[in-house]
């Protein structure tokens, strides 16, 4: 898949920020939902529910830029948003669902929270899910947040706050499945027996032979567009693929052999930490094989992936498991600040306008402090991404500047001041 279309919110507006542009409101009782423009979960602007507030946005994701190869190869799908309590009782209720669609708009999978979800009005809460080994057909993806206030007021919007709602569609590996028709993208370093094989239409993937099948593949990450700043906050990393025996004769069951190793490794190719599936034994169904890497340092620069296996049959030909869909995801936490102390900061130090503003069109910044000289300007996406970078000279108290972020897609951005232990941050929306 192209990298050049993943790890990008493709919600529009998807804080809500302003107004409700690029969402559909399919109810919205009692007094109604309301804008708040400094109470999101980083200071800036968050959508408050009334009585009962429910809204959604389809995506379409080969408008988007994907091709209908990228999207039959089941990219992972991942959705993530925010929300917090307030009112009177803080525990306002809170539930969403996310659906894969096919181009006809029948329903590939879905997701719901179960239920309502019950938040409160001290911290900030984050519900994510990742949809993985749907199979072919995705095209759209249906987002839907309701929420709704603990009180049943319909006299005033004291509902559930929401924020921030992300939907990425994309797979760190280029090359995830058999879908090109062949080992594209993979180092293969044992090919024994008869080789790997892609030619098993009924159960698509990679097959190994008679004897042992190897293929690896690095990810760079910094080519991807991640900065070293990103990776050394230790992103939570999954990393898994999907395995099946076979039977050469009557079908599925047969206790192949498979393995699977992963390494995070540093810029100069070092082990930073790594995980060994030892052999797995193939069953009639399919088995998820991978690990999951938290707290595991700095440093990080790129991820190794080698797996393969043999037939335990050993017949002459492709008779050995599937291997299939081998997939990663990576989430950066958000650094939790008291939103009020970010309100106060932003408010009174950094202004940036228009707000929403039309891609390629100058943002004008005005920063008030008494620090002069160079200071750092850096744009982030919603994924905590650097989408831009440069400096600027402040000379008075009172500064004005503008930059041009060009090209970039419509969607939530964070733009960040820094000088000797001044920072400051706003969001921006682009439409």
């Given at each position: 898949?192209?990298a050049?279309?993943?790890?990008?919110n493709?919600?529009?507006?998807?804080?809500?920020?302003v107004d409700?542009?690029g969402w559909?409101v399919?109810?919205?009782?009692?007094?109604?939902?309301m804008?708040?423009?400094t109470s999101?979960?980083d200071?800036?602007?968050?959508?408050q529910a009334?009585?009962?507030?429910e809204y959604?946005?389809?995506?379409d994701l080969v408008?988007?830029g994907y091709?209908i190869?990228?999207l039959?190869?089941?990219?992972?799908?991942r959705y993530?948003?925010?929300?917090?309590?307030?009112g009177?009782?803080?525990?306002?209720?809170?539930k969403?669902?996310?659906t894969l669609l096919?181009v006809n708009?029948?329903?590939?999978?879905?997701?719901?929270?179960?239920?309502?979800l019950?938040?409160?009005?001290?911290n900030?809460s984050?519900?994510?899910?990742?949809?993985?080994?749907?199979g072919?057909g995705l095209r759209?993806?249906?987002?839907?947040?309701i929420?709704a206030?603990?009180?049943?007021?319909q006299?005033q919007?004291?509902?559930?706050v929401?924020?921030?709602a992300?939907?990425?569609v994309?797979n760190?590996?280029?090359?995830?499945?058999?879908?090109t028709g062949?080992l594209?993208?993979?180092?293969?370093?044992?090919?024994?027996?008869?080789g790997w094989?892609?030619?098993?239409?009924?159960w698509?993937?990679?097959?190994?032979s008679?004897?042992?099948?190897?293929k690896?593949q690095?990810?760079?990450l910094?080519?991807?567009g991640y900065?070293?700043?990103?990776l050394d906050?230790?992103?939570k990393?999954t990393?898994?693929e999907?395995?099946i025996g076979?039977?050469?004769?009557?079908?599925?069951g047969?206790a192949?052999y498979?393995?699977?190793?992963?390494?995070?490794?540093?810029?100069?190719?070092?082990?930073i930490?790594?995980?060994?599936?030892g052999?797995?034994?193939?069953l009639?169904?399919?088995q998820?094989i991978?690990?999951?890497?938290?707290?595991y340092g700095?440093?990080?620069?790129q991820?190794f992936?080698?797996h393969?296996g043999y037939d335990?049959e050993?017949?002459?030909?492709?008779?050995?498991?599937?291997?299939?869909?081998?997939?990663?995801?990576?989430e950066?936490?958000p650094i939790?600040?008291d939103v009020?102390d970010?309100?106060?900061?932003n408010?009174s130090?950094l202004?940036?306008?228009?707000n929403p503003v039309?891609s390629?069109?100058?943002?004008?910044?005005s920063?008030?402090?008494?620090?002069?000289?160079t200071?750092?300007l850096t744009?982030?996406?919603?994924l905590?991404r650097t989408v831009?970078q440069s400096?600027?000279?402040?000379t008075?108290?009172?500064q004005?500047?503008?930059?041009t972020?060009n090209d970039?897609?419509s969607?939530?951005?964070?733009?960040?001041i820094k000088k000797?232990?001044?920072?400051a941050?706003?969001?921006i929306n682009?439409?």
């Amino acid at each position: 898949m192209n990298a050049q279309v993943q790890y990008v919110n493709l919600l529009v507006n998807p804080g809500v920020n302003v107004d409700t542009a690029g969402w559909n409101v399919t109810s919205n009782l009692g007094s109604g939902f309301m804008h708040l423009p400094t109470s999101g979960y980083d200071g800036t602007g968050a959508i408050q529910a009334g009585y009962y507030t429910e809204y959604s946005q389809v995506i379409d994701l080969v408008a988007a830029g994907y091709t209908i190869a990228d999207l039959d190869e089941a990219p992972v799908v991942r959705y993530a948003d925010w929300i917090k309590g307030s009112g009177p009782d803080s525990m306002d209720l809170y539930k969403f669902e996310v659906t894969l669609l096919d181009v006809n708009d029948n329903i590939i999978a879905t997701h719901a929270s179960s239920g309502y979800l019950t938040t409160n009005g001290v911290n900030w809460s984050q519900n994510t899910h990742s949809f993985v080994n749907y199979g072919p057909g995705l095209r759209k993806v249906r987002v839907n947040r309701i929420g709704a206030d603990a009180e049943y007021d319909q006299t005033q919007t004291v509902g559930v706050v929401m924020d921030a709602a992300c939907l990425v569609v994309g797979n760190h590996f280029l090359y995830a499945s058999d879908g090109t028709g062949d080992l594209a993208g993979w180092n293969v370093t044992e090919n024994g027996g008869d080789g790997w094989s892609t030619a098993n239409t009924f159960w698509p993937g990679w097959q190994t032979s008679f004897d042992q099948c190897t293929k690896s593949q690095v990810v760079d990450l910094m080519s991807l567009g991640y900065t070293a700043a990103e990776l050394d906050t230790e992103p939570k990393i999954t990393i898994w693929e999907f395995f099946i025996g076979l039977d050469g004769g009557t079908g599925v069951g047969i206790a192949d052999y498979h393995n699977m190793k992963i390494e995070l490794r540093d810029a100069s190719g070092n082990v930073i930490t790594s995980y060994d599936s030892g052999t797995i034994r193939g069953l009639s169904t399919w088995q998820q094989i991978g690990s999951t890497f938290e707290n595991y340092g700095t440093g990080l620069r790129q991820v190794f992936v080698e797996h393969g296996g043999y037939d335990q049959e050993f017949w002459a030909g492709h008779y050995g498991g599937i291997v299939d869909a081998t997939q990663m995801t990576m989430e950066f936490t958000p650094i939790q600040t008291d939103v009020n102390d970010l309100v106060e900061q932003n408010t009174s130090n950094l202004a940036l306008y228009p707000n929403p503003v039309a891609s390629n069109e100058p943002i004008a910044i005005s920063i008030d402090n008494e620090i002069t000289g160079t200071f750092d300007l850096t744009m982030t996406d919603a994924l905590g991404r650097t989408v831009h970078q440069s400096t600027f000279e402040k000379t008075s108290v009172s500064q004005q500047t503008s930059f041009t972020p060009n090209d970039l897609p419509s969607g939530i951005y964070q733009i960040s001041i820094k000088k000797d232990g001044f920072s400051a941050t706003k969001r921006i929306n682009i439409n």
